[in-house]
């Protein structure tokens, strides 16, 4: 992250990277398939994450409720945590090359919020409702990011909270 807020993601070389984490070139693409998948390097956990916190969700809790209180939760970040976050936001939606990268990764959160809407719902995840529900709160969550990273005034958490009460309550008027 350093590198590339120094020097631009462009500029910076998968040789400059593999240098200042003291590897060679050959064991960076061990681990990843290029510079750009170093900016998603933890999010595969991040996901685990999430899917681990729906599986202990109660059966008595309200479906967009839950996905409201996980999401949010998996996204608390500690304070020395939140600079890198910003920059590795930043670089995403920024850079034009890297929105492309996104995709896989975006995919496998969607999937894990309409697995959880599926088995809820007892639909199939490739059903009409648990696709919408994890496409709306991943766009909602998106909309968070992007309202955080350009305001910066709050917690991230405010951000997502709101977004997804609205999206809660059909983006009716909070009351």
Do not use: C
Request: aromatic residues 10%.
């Amino acid at each position: 992250m350093r590198l590339f807020s120094e020097q631009g993601f462009d500029q910076t070389t998968v040789e400059q990277i593999a240098a200042a984490a003291g590897i060679s070139g050959r064991t960076f693409f061990r681990y990843f398939t290029g510079k750009a998948e170093v900016l998603w390097y933890s999010f595969d956990h991040e996901v685990a994450a999430l899917r681990a916190a729906f599986a202990t969700v109660p059966d008595d809790e309200p479906l967009m409720a839950a996905v409201r209180r996980v999401v949010v939760n998996a996204n608390r970040y500690r304070a020395e945590d939140v600079p890198e976050l910003r920059t590795r936001m930043r670089l995403i939606t920024t850079v034009p090359a890297l929105p492309a990268t996104a995709g896989p990764h975006y995919d496998a959160w969607e999937r894990a919020v309409s697995d959880f809407a599926a088995s809820r719902l007892s639909e199939p995840a490739d059903g009409l409702i648990p696709m919408a529900v994890g496409r709306t709160t991943l766009a909602a969550a998106r909309a968070a990011f992007d309202a955080w990273l350009t305001r910066a005034d709050a917690d991230l958490t405010v951000y997502l909270d709101q977004a997804l009460a609205a999206l809660e309550r059909g983006f009716a008027p909070a009351r």
